[in-house]
């Protein structure tokens, strides 16, 4: 089998006869793992949730009409007995209920939260309920990806995935 080699290449493996071919097959290992290694290096890679990395406020990306400010508190002791909890408020914008009055729309208001697991566990201070409801949280390079608490209660299972992104 001819192979086509440098010819720098082909003077250093003439003198090992037999040698040509397992250099040629070794080269096309090598490169197939460079290919696959340069792939991965390229995927998104995400980042860890942290209330650090999420301090700030977040626009969603579609209609930019859901605005989630987030602050990141001193810790404490919080009543979950997670030292790490927070306060996020959602605004949603306003409405005109079915007594004419304008409201804030439903979902908006401020909540606790804390991040377990890669999952953000949210508890509405308007809410006589003190229970969490946990949803996914992941962030990105490119913005934040949250299950949709706000828009049907936080009480409620999310309806969707929405994208947000940090204003500077």
């Not at 003198?15 to 197939?32: D, H, Q, V």
């Not at 301090?55 to 030292?83: I, K, Q, Y």
Request: proline share 6%; glycine share 8%; charged share 25%.
């Amino acid at each position: 089998m001819a192979t086509a080699l440098h010819p720098h290449l082909r003077d250093r493996f003439s003198i090992l006869p037999g040698k040509t071919e397992k250099a040629t097959r070794l080269c096309k290992g090598y490169s197939l793992l460079a290919i696959v290694l340069a792939f991965l290096g390229c995927r998104e890679s995400k980042e860890e949730v942290t209330p650090e990395n999420l301090s700030g406020v977040w626009v969603e990306v579609s209609a930019r009409a859901d605005t989630l400010v987030l602050n990141r508190t001193a810790p404490r002791l919080a009543p979950t007995g997670n030292p790490e909890s927070n306060t996020l408020t959602v605004n949603r914008g306003r409405a005109v209920n079915a007594g004419g009055h304008v409201v804030p729309k439903i979902g908006s208001g401020p909540y606790q939260f804390y991040i377990r697991e890669g999952r953000i566990h949210v508890r509405s201070f308007l809410s006589s309920n003190s229970k969490f409801s946990d949803h996914a949280i992941e962030q990105r390079k490119d913005g934040l990806r949250i299950e949709n608490f706000f828009e049907v209660g936080f009480n409620q299972p999310a309806t969707a995935v929405r994208t947000f992104v940090r204003l500077p």
